[in-house]
Nanobody
């Protein structure tokens, strides 16, 4: 009922920039928070950045300088701007959202966690 679709990934040279987008759609009442995770080859998935509906942000230490998370609440969309890309940024980036949504006409509305399918970011050096 709720879907997250990422876009904006691709192959970029080291030092370049990317802006990832994630649009949520479905029976959304409100989105409490959205964020980005990433998973590099052979590594576990890690949190990169989150942003609440009120604009509070949180970054992993390695992302504080070069990464910027932002949102457009009207479009239910979250963005991740990545500058000065490095080879270690290569990963599949996953969008996350904590959504208060309508599950069904006879079921109570509730918060649930949703994940996108991921978008590949590859940095060539």
């Amino acid at each position: 009922q709720v879907q997250l679709v990422e876009s904006g990934g691709g192959l970029v040279q080291a030092g370049g920039s990317l802006r990832l987008s994630c649009a949520a759609s479905g029976s959304i009442i409100r989105i409490n928070a959205m964020g980005w995770y990433r998973q590099a080859p052979g590594k576990e998935r890690e949190l990169v950045a989150t942003i609440t509906s009120g604009g509070y942000t949180n970054y992993v230490d390695s992302a504080k300088v070069r990464f910027t998370i932002s949102r457009d609440n009207a479009k239910n969309t979250v963005y991740l701007q990545i500058n000065s890309l490095k080879s270690e940024d290569t990963a599949v980036y996953y969008c996350y959202a904590r959504v208060y949504a309508r599950i069904g006409i006879l079921a109570p509305d509730r918060f649930d966690d949703y994940w996108g399918q991921g978008t590949q970011v590859t940095v060539s050096s």
